[in-house]
């Protein structure tokens, strides 16, 4: 169970922040985020650099706290500080919603395979949709680690080749720079704005910080130093990479101006069937669908665990490990088949830029925050944040379906995400100032200390074996990559130095990660 579910509680700190950041770098990027670059140009990094500061915040104050918990889920931590009532509703929560984020994840994955192909969406959304299942089923949260790293190394390998190569298309940076849009380089714009640039990095901090999925990634290595350099991590790799990311679908802008409707979601991938080498964009294809996927396969391996760890065995207490893998792999098998049917339902909610921004406005604040807060506050009780999470979630609800129809008010973006994150913490600190007027011992409080206790003293398996394995997977399957990459630089007509150099980079990479798990 530890291991399919935590990787034994011992994972390399490099690899958890490579998994978080493909996790959650993947969910839209080239769809969600690709779609803002092209309309509105530089808003799009500046909407992922609020990602850099959450992740440095994570890597400081929250990520160390989580690890030392020793919990396999978030559910687990619930049940532990707030009660089983509490994680009860907390987990039917989370499952519906995760079942949505999970759809909403499987829609752009097959909106690019559509772009470069030509397959129509819906069988895409099928097939991606079994695949990804089958393998997050037999594989656990190594199948999950292992793709991501291999995926993060592909993508940084293609990205890298396609943006000199974009600029060259269009005549270099200055013509970038003289043919760009008005506005096309401010920081922000009318839909974009500065408050809800705060609201966002908000919600993204209370996200990466408080969400299930993501908080595995901090209880599954071993020590509390090694879950701050996973947020450390992230954060640095969001402080560069927006920049790299965004430029395709940018550049595209200038190259074909007449993109409309939903028609714009397909700009990134537009961009690299114009200027990379043949057999690169195959390549890019692949890497481009499995890191999108890594936000699927990681909710449904969270969404298993809570339902196996957290429902299941708290039923069947005495269930030996065979019987929980085999309810862990089944859970995921549902999981996914509902996912597939969300995901063939997203145009019908009226695009994925839409299906994304709602969900993190009505959800990430109430879902994420509570908990989180309970984390460090001695006066939380599961009374208090239940009522924060379902109050809000009403309210946010409200003026997001009824408010329009009813009193024909309708919040802008900046107002629907400020509204998402900003009740949550007003509800929250009233709860806490009135438990400092009104002091009273906290039993739920004092009986997850005394677990906390035990929790330290229980020594943990460190997993050195599983680790190897995982390592080596990862050192073959990038010089294997470095590998392919020299090859297709043989049969292109355009950029050979290029792609040959990337591809002796990799190949060099996935040499030293082998070497280095020899010895």
């Given amino acids: 169970m530890k291991s399919y579910f935590s990787a034994g509680g011992a994972l390399p700190w490099w690899m958890s922040g490579l998994s978080l950041f493909m996790s959650f770098f993947s969910a839209g990027t080239f769809v969600v985020w690709g779609s803002i670059a092209y309309n509105s140009g530089w808003v799009a990094v500046t909407i992922q650099s609020t990602m850099c500061i959450a992740g440095l915040i994570i890597g400081f104050f929250i990520a160390p706290k989580w690890q030392k918990t020793k919990v396999i889920t978030a559910a687990e931590f619930i049940t532990k500080r707030l009660g089983y009532k509490t994680q009860k509703i907390y987990t039917y929560l989370f499952l519906m919603i995760s079942i949505f984020t999970t759809g909403a994840f499987l829609y752009p994955v097959a ?67 003289e043919k760009a849009p008005e506005n096309f380089f401010n920081l922000t714009n009318d839909e974009y704005t500065p408050m809800f640039m705060i609201a966002f990095g908000l919600y993204n901090l209370f996200f990466i910080a408080g969400n299930w ?46 993109l409309d409707g939903l028609a714009d979601e397909g700009a990134y991938l537009l961009m690299c ?22 936000s699927v396969n990681t909710t449904l391996n969270i969404s298993a665990g ?48 839409e299906v994304v921004m709602s969900l993190a406005a009505l959800t990430g604040g109430a879902m994420f925050l509570p908990p989180l807060w309970a984390l460090f506050s001695k006066n939380q009780t599961g009374k208090s944040v239940l009522i924060v999470t379902l109050v809000s979630l009403i309210i946010n609800a409200f003026f ?79 010089a294997a990559t470095g590998l392919l990459i ?12 290029l792609v040959g150099i990337m591809g002796l980079v990799v190949l060099f990479l996935g040499g030293a990660v082998i070497l280095k798990n020899l010895k």
């Fill in 111 to 177: 909106k690019i395979v559509e772009v470069s192909t030509g397959i129509p969406i819906y069988t895409s959304i099928i097939f991606l949709g079994v695949m990804i299942l089958i393998y997050t089923a037999v594989g656990g949260l190594w199948a999950v680690i292992v793709t991501d790293v291999l995926q993060f190394v592909v993508l940084t390998a293609a990205v890298l080749i396609v943006v000199p190569l974009a600029f060259d298309k269009i005549g270099g940076v200055d013509n970038f720079i």
């Fill in 400 to 478: 997001k379906f009824i408010s329009p129809e009813l009193l024909g008010v309708q919040l802008d973006r900046a107002s629907e995400m400020g509204m998402g994150v900003g009740i949550p913490i007003v509800l929250l600190s009233i709860f806490e100032l009135y438990f400092k007027i009104n002091p009273t011992e906290n039993i739920q409080y004092i009986d997850y200390q005394n677990k906390m206790e035990v929790n330290s003293e229980r020594v943990e398996d460190t997993s050195i074996s599983e680790n190897k394995k995982g390592i080596r997977v990862i050192g073959v399957g990038i």
């Fill in 273 to 294: 069937k114009e200027v990379l080498p043949v057999g690169m964009l195959g390549l890019m294809l692949g890497g481009m669908i499995f890191a999108t996927s890594s």
């Fill in 306 to 353: 809570v339902l196996t760890n957290d429902i299941f065995k708290h039923f069947k207490p005495n269930s030996s490990d065979q019987t929980l893998i085999k309810v862990a792999r089944i859970s995921t098998v549902i999981l996914g088949v509902i996912t597939i049917i969300v995901a063939l339902l997203v145009p019908l909610f009226g695009g994925i830029v």
């Fill in 213 to 258: 999925a993501y908080i595995q990634r901090y209880t599954s290595v071993a020590t509390p130093k090694d879950a701050k350099k996973v947020g450390w991590l992230f954060g640095g790799l969001y402080a560069v990479s927006p920049i790299i990311w965004m430029l395709p679908p940018m550049i595209y802008r200038i190259l074909n101006p007449q």
């Fill in 486 to 497: 020299l090859i297709l630089a043989i049969f292109a007509k355009t950029g050979v130095m």
